[in-house]
DNA sequence: CATATGTCCTGAGAGC
DNA sequence: TGCTCTCAGGACATAT
């Protein structure tokens, strides 16, 4: 489930293609149902094939390759991974570029599930169409006091709050239970009640745990889909404290973790150190 | 407007 | 062994 450090690290895996020039772009034959690529691949082609790659870039959970005056924009959603080396098997990419020059590099988009998206948009077209209205601030750039004014303004939960792209862009499932955690927030605290003082501790827990993610180059779950840029697992999981833990005893306090269901999703939490 | 729910998809694992 | 069932959850569409 590429949150945003596995999509940050994606991004860093690539960025050995700023500077080259897409030489092909192909969409593989696949026994599944076809993940939505818009415009439709001729286009796609059309548009970036002899372009040059300028930026690699991540807006929340989403991959922005930079190419000519166009940005091609991979969602990987659940299951997806973008890298330049080999994908866990063939038959799940849905999406292929070669990029020429030397070494020559193919980029390829493979999911599982298949839930996730490419788009190819102009770049101009990317704030109007992707940002405004679906994606708050990055959960590594917003400010304390944006953060704190735009949780006073909501009535949910904490948990289900931090999961709203909206909000705050890039917090996923998995990091939204563990930096709760190290705030020692109880995850169906109320927004709009939370003290200041609890805020600034979940700020920081944010951006310590979503820092250290990243170095450690993000979670590989039991799955074992997702692969950092080098094709090995991140190394993150080892370091959760209750994400898939229920049972286990808290590394903080011992006691046993809790799994509950919040909004459709699981949310995992030490029922001492997160006390209502 | 804010918030809640249903849906898409495949593969792993449980239970029988 | 092999079948069926449930579950995982990001983000969007639709409902309240």
């Known amino acids: 489930m590429p949150e945003l450090p596995e999509v940050e690290t994606m991004c860093r895996g690539i960025r050995e ?82 990029f020429s020059g030397r070494p020559p590099l193919t980029l390829q988009f493979w999911d599982r599930r298949g839930l996730g998206t490419v788009e190819l948009l102009k770049q101009a077209e990317v704030q109007s169409r992707i940002v405004d209205g679906r994606l708050g601030p990055d959960a590594l750039s917003i400010e304390f006091e944006d953060f704190s004014r735009r949780l006073a303004a909501t009535g949910r939960s904490i948990k289900v709050a931090l999961l709203d792209q909206k909000l705050l862009a890039g917090v996923g499932n998995l990091y939204a239970s563990e930096m709760l ?11 709009a009640r939370l003290s200041v003082h609890r805020k600034r501790r979940l700020y920081a827990a944010m951006q310590s ?31 959760h404290a209750v994400y898939d833990r229920a049972g286990l005893p808290c590394p903080t306090c011992g006691k046993d973790i809790l799994r509950i269901v919040q909004a459709q999703r699981s949310t995992f939490y030490c029922p001492r150190c997160q006390a209502r």
């Open 209 to 239: 745990i979503l820092d250290l993610a990243i170095r450690y180059e993000g979670s590989t779950l039991a799955d074992g889909t997702y692969r950092n840029a080098l094709n090995d697992p991140g190394s993150y999981q080892n370091q």
């Open 181 to 191: 955690h190290a705030a020692r927030i109880h995850p169906e605290a109320r927004c």
């Open 17 to 98: 293609i700023v500077g080259r020039q897409v030489a092909s772009v192909s969409q593989p034959r696949c026994r599944y149902r076809p993940i939505s690529i818009t415009p439709r691949l001729a286009s796609i082609k059309k548009r970036t094939q002899g372009q040059t790659v300028s930026k690699i870039w991540r807006l929340g959970k989403r991959v922005v390759i930079d190419v000519g005056s166009d940005s091609l924009i991979l969602q990987p959603k659940m299951t997806g991974l973008v890298s330049l080396q080999s994908v866990p098997d063939p038959d799940h990419v849905r999406l292929r570029m070669e």
